[in-house]
């Protein structure tokens, strides 16, 4: 998969994300007592489709979505050679799933 299809797959898979969060607020506006409503299968099944095309072998498409938070959380990941490299945008992660796994 080339990086502008990766990007404009990831990009949308965050817009959903984020629409969840928004209808979870909105029930939760209505509801105060409601926890939430979460649409894990999907997602597994995308994530998972997205490291399986990608070869994913480390995951970091999961790392980048839970741990960094979609970009939130800046972090960065180390090279063989010892180097920081940036994780904070798709197109960083891109790099780092096709550049330091290979």
Same mark, same amino acid.
Request: hydrophobic content about 40%; glycine content about 4%.
């Given at each position: 998969?080339?990086?502008? %299809? =990766? !990007?404009? $797959?990831m990009t949308e898979l965050?817009? !959903?994300?984020?629409? %969840?969060?928004n209808l979870n607020t909105a029930i939760r506006n209505f509801e105060p007592d =409601?926890? =939430?409503?979460? =649409?894990? &299968? @999907? %997602?597994? $099944?995308?994530? &998972?489709? $997205?490291?399986?095309a990608m070869n994913d072998k480390f995951n970091w498409i999961s790392?980048? $979505? @839970?741990?960094?938070?979609?970009? &939130? &959380?800046?972090?960065?990941v180390t090279d063989k050679k010892g180097q920081n490299i940036p994780i904070k945008t798709l197109s960083n992660l891109?790099?780092?799933i096709t550049k330091i796994e290979n």
């Open positions: 998969m080339d990086k502008q %299809e =990766f !990007i404009k $797959l965050v817009s !959903i994300k984020k629409a %969840e969060d =409601f926890s =939430f409503l979460c =649409f894990g &299968r @999907y %997602e597994t $099944l995308v994530v &998972r489709s $997205l490291e399986l790392y980048w $979505l @839970y741990e960094c938070d979609m970009g &939130r &959380r800046d972090k960065n891109y790099n780092v």
